[in-house]
């Protein structure tokens, strides 16, 4: 019976998830259409998650590329393969680590701060008034967010990819003791466009996944301080949980692609 | 002319309406009163098609509103306004920003023409020049007071104010009970009001209900209801614990 609930309940919160994804489609195509889409709004958003989410992205794209360098680095230079090892960093970092980790950590920061406060607009009747005048909430509140993580996040990605190959070309020329021109040349020779282009389409469902999750915690937030507590966490654990279950299926299908098509 | 008939809702094993039936007359100002809790607000919602009923029909100038599509919901709620309980103002607006909300999504005004509605509207609940302030920077009854002046921002045909009064100065009271009456009188608007203020329900409501148990337990004039022989009227008016009326 727990099994059959766990099942229910999942089914259910993919269907809902589902249908806030594809109001939010059709929202964006009639805003389109009507020349009403919220355009303001939108810029506000993508404008606030990416200087939010920025400082944080910076620091862990820094990181991730740095200590890539140190792992590999030692490694490589024992095997006489310096030359590579700008090539695998930004090969790792392109396909996978940058959107993976750069999801994380706007999920983290944005999945949870539109969860709270769509959270706080729904216990305080504030989603009810936008009905009463005669707005649809998914066009008002859910379009500019779901398309701001979705654009940002692909923006974001790419920052990450540049300052983790700062911070990797930095260590490498430092404590590995290649030569700036051999590091750059290795990410010039391995570094393919498709993985640049895979990893931002990682980033662009990432994105779309925050924002329809964040929205959904926001819109089902019942109770008090307490409801929006547990939505705001609710967002977060939800949205890395399904990146990284969705990270799986992607990587699979870009690989495949790029097999089929660009090989 | 609006027509409840036989609402009925239920959340959860929680029966809120049970079967209610009320008519409110074009340009009548009908107040619900009530202990709180007892359905009051979701009386309001159902007027308004915030929410659907389990039974029952909500007629709106002889059309069953609960049976209507998310168009024709929302070409009906241009012809209304709403006060929450709670104001409802929206956080991230200022005042202006809230009050010309609906001007700017449903209409084709210029910021200038919009600019002197929001600015009239205010004045006339009380708070000129407070345009630019933010939502965070006002009292509990300024916040109320912006959200009457925005429910009347589109000059609806029928406006419902849930708890208008609540939170604020006596003074106050009587200033938005004269607005509530020079609105009826100027633009005849039919008002649906809930309140626990027994002097303002005397001041505007043309008739009184009074909602206990999931039902309109009485409905008459100001004197009807004060004259009442009714124990649960006389219990309510009277404002005494003990009685008929449990508390919820």
């Known amino acids: 019976m727990i099994l059959l609930d766990l099942i229910r309940d999942f089914v259910l919160l993919f269907g809902s998830l589902a249908i806030l994804f594809l109001q939010s489609i059709y929202w964006t195509i009639h805003g389109l259409r009507t020349g009403r889409l919220g355009w303001k709004n939108l810029m506000d958003q993508m404008s606030r998650i990416g200087v939010d989410s920025f400082p944080m992205v910076a620091i862990t794209g820094f990181s ?11 490694q490589f230079a024992q095997l006489g393969a310096q030359r590579y090892v700008g090539g695998v960093v930004s090969m790792a970092m392109a396909r996978e680590l940058a959107p993976i980790l750069t999801g994380i950590v706007v999920a983290g920061r944005i999945g949870s701060s539109i969860a709270a406060e769509l959270g706080t607009m729904k216990i305080t009747e504030q989603i009810d008034a936008l009905e009463t ?35 990797g070309s930095i260590v490498a020329v430092n404590q590995i003791g290649l030569t700036m021109t051999t590091f750059v040349d290795s990410i010039l020779q391995n570094l393919k466009i498709q993985d640049l282009m895979g990893g931002l389409f990682k980033a662009m469902v990432f994105g779309a996944l925050i924002g329809v999750i964040g929205c959904y915690k926001g819109f089902t937030t019942e109770g008090g301080a307490e409801g929006v507590g547990k939505s705001t966490t609710g967002a977060v654990v939800l949205a890395i949980m399904f990146i990284l279950a969705v990270n799986y299926f992607l990587t699979v299908g870009i690989n495949n692609f790029n097999t089929a098509y660009l090989s | 002319m609006i027509i409840i008939s036989n609402l009925c809702k239920r959340f959860g ?15 009548e100002s009908l107040v ?172 505007i409501g043309d008739r009184l209900a009074l909602h206990y148990g999931g039902r309109i337990v009485a409905i008459g004039t100001k004197d009807e209801i004060i004259n009442s022989p009714d124990p649960l009227v006389q219990q309510f008016i009277r404002g005494e614990a003990k009685g008929p009326m449990t508390l919820l």
């Open chain 1, 64 to 74: 991730t590329g740095a200590v890539l360098v140190v792992q590999i680095g030692y």
């Open chain 1, 133 to 167: 005048m005669a707005t649809n909430p998914v066009d008002e509140l859910v379009v500019p967010r779901f398309w701001g993580c979705t654009i940002m996040l692909v923006v974001l990605t790419i920052f990450t990819n540049v300052i983790g190959m700062i911070g």
């Open chain 2, 13 to 27: 094993p929680k029966e809120v309406l049970r079967g209610i039936n009320l008519k409110i007359y074009d340009g």
């Open chain 2, 32 to 203: 619900i009163l009530g202990p709180s809790g007892c359905g009051k607000s979701v009386l309001l919602k159902h007027i308004i098609g915030l929410l659907k009923p389990d039974e029952g029909q909500v007629l709106i100038d002889g059309e069953d509103i609960t049976k209507f599509d998310q168009k024709r919901l929302d070409a009906l709620r241009m012809r209304m306004g709403m006060l929450f309980q709670s104001a409802a103002l929206f956080d991230s607006l200022t005042v202006e920003e809230n009050i010309a909300f609906g001007l700017r999504k449903h209409t084709n005004l210029s910021d200038l023409a919009i600019h002197h509605i929001v600015s009239e509207k205010l004045e006339m609940v009380g708070l000129p020049g407070a345009n630019h302030l933010m939502p965070s920077e006002l009292s509990g009854g300024m916040r109320k007071r912006v959200g009457l002046a925005r429910a009347i921002a589109m000059e609806p045909e029928i406006i419902l104010y849930d708890e208008p009064t609540t939170g604020l100065d006596p003074i106050m009271t009587c200033a938005i009970d004269e607005l509530h009456l020079s609105l009826k009188e100027r633009l005849g608007v039919t008002s649906i009001v809930v309140t626990h203020d027994l002097n303002s329900a005397y001041r």
